[in-house]
């Protein structure tokens, strides 16, 4: 397969999957969305779990940024790069600021630093697996359909008419794509950080499973699955830090041919 056939492929399936998405009907969110199983106080702070679980994103992200800023990397990839570990800092203060005060209006500040995350990933392994340039060229506007899909929600949801398909899919195509451009582009020099890319897809889909089951695995533990979410999707984030330092630390992991 030709480069521009590559590409074309990529770009009929991210078209198709848009499509998709919007000849169904409007997602609302359940009415129930902002209660949650563990509701407890401890140390005067609402919400203890799902609060406090939070913090490996904060440490995880601050400790990312100090990597980033210190690696001799491309500016298209520390641009990159750090907007990426930013996302996951604010994810973290997102995150805490919501679950202090569960609405419509906190989960905005939630949400958006979650596309962040997601947009940057994509951006970055666009930048590694296909070509720098290109990477760092899509990075603006995933970002802008990122915070546009939390926008358009909340206006919706302002409406009377919540409407959720957009967000869903900056949650799920991103993890979508990466795996098509393992596909697409593999080449042996990327054995190396496969292993971190699969753990952070694998991880990021345990945590929506425990984000389903907040409920039943509070009854059945007495940790709320939604504060397990939190655990999971930071250890995702973690592989983050993994994957930059063994593409751009190890002495032995030779660079990957980028193309444009």
């Known amino acids: 397969m030709t480069p521009s056939q590559r590409l ?4 009929a399936i991210t078209m198709m999957t848009l499509i998709i998405i919007f000849l169904i009907p409007p997602i609302a969110q359940p009415l129930s969305f902002h209660r949650f199983a563990d509701s407890r106080t401890l140390l005067g702070i609402p919400n203890f779990g799902n609060v406090v679980s939070n913090i ?28 990426l570990f930013a996302g996951v800092v604010l994810t973290g203060l ?6 202090w005060h569960p609405n419509n209006d906190t989960l905005v500040w939630d949400r958006i630093p979650m596309t962040i995350v997601f947009m940057s990933f994509l951006s970055a392994t666009v930048a590694e697996l296909v070509s720098r340039p290109l990477g760092a060229r899509l990075l603006a506007p995933l970002l802008a359909v990122g915070a546009g899909s939390v926008l358009w929600w909340h206006y919706t949801e302002m409406m009377g008419r919540g409407d959720l398909r957009l967000y ?38 345990i945590a929506k499973v425990f984000e389903q089951l907040d409920y039943p695995i509070y ?14 999707a930071a250890v995702s984030t973690g592989y983050f830090v993994i994957l930059f330092r063994k593409k751009y630390s190890s002495k032995t992991y030779p660079s990957i041919t980028l193309k444009g």
Do not use: D, E
């Open 219 to 232: 009854q059945a533990i007495g940790m709320s699955g939604h504060t397990l979410k939190h655990l999971a």
């Open 56 to 83: 490996p994103f904060l440490v995880i992200g601050i400790y990312g940024l100090i990597r980033v800023a210190r690696a001799s990397v491309p500016a298209a990839i520390r641009c990159i790069n750090l907007l």
């Open 94 to 99: 997102g995150s805490a600021y919501y679950h």
């Open 168 to 205: 869903f899919w900056v949650q799920f195509y991103p993890m979508l794509a990466i795996l098509l451009l393992l596909w697409l582009y593999y080449t042996p020099s990327i054995k190396v950080i496969l292993p971190s890319l699969i753990w952070i897809i694998f991880w990021y889909v």
């Open 8 to 11: 074309g492929l990529i770009a």
